[in-house]
């Protein structure tokens, strides 16, 4: 049974950074696509990151685009979300994701992708 299990969420003053840890298990497959969603009760949930884990490519959202980094430990199973120079807009409910069998679209929706962990939340305070 697939499992994705999100860390690190927290509260930081603006222009701090936060690093968000997903650890999945109970696949098989390497050429997989993760990434990262958010949430707010506006926007609902919107795509932020995901990387391929065979080519390491990655993909942004523009809002995020130069502040966040995502990566990826195959050895581990874990997919990091480093967050620099957080806004209070930020804030939300961080969802990590996966497709597993295929890579990763240049840009992703949230149909994308079957499987989902329980989610960390940021706040960001101005």
């Known amino acids: 049974q697939v499992r994705l299990v999100e860390s690190g969420g927290g509260s930081v003053q603006a222009g701090g950074s936060l690093r968000l840890s997903c650890a999945a298990s109970?696949?098989?497959?390497?050429?997989?696509?993760m990434g990262w969603f958010r949430r707010t009760p506006e926007n609902g949930r919107d795509w932020v990151a995901s990387i391929s884990t065979a080519s390491e490519l990655a993909y942004y959202a523009e809002p995020v685009k130069g502040r966040f980094t995502i990566s990826r430990d195959n050895d581990k199973g874990t997919v990091n979300l480093q967050m620099n120079s957080l806004k209070p807009e930020d804030t939300a409910m961080y969802y990590c994701?996966?497709?597993?069998?295929?890579?990763?679209?240049?840009?992703?929706?949230?149909?994308?992708?079957?499987?989902w962990g329980q989610g960390t939340q940021v706040a960001v305070s101005s």
């Open positions: 109970g696949y098989t497959y390497r050429n997989n696509c």
């Open positions: 994701a996966a497709r597993f069998g295929a890579p990763c679209n240049v840009r992703s929706s949230r149909t994308d992708f079957p499987h």
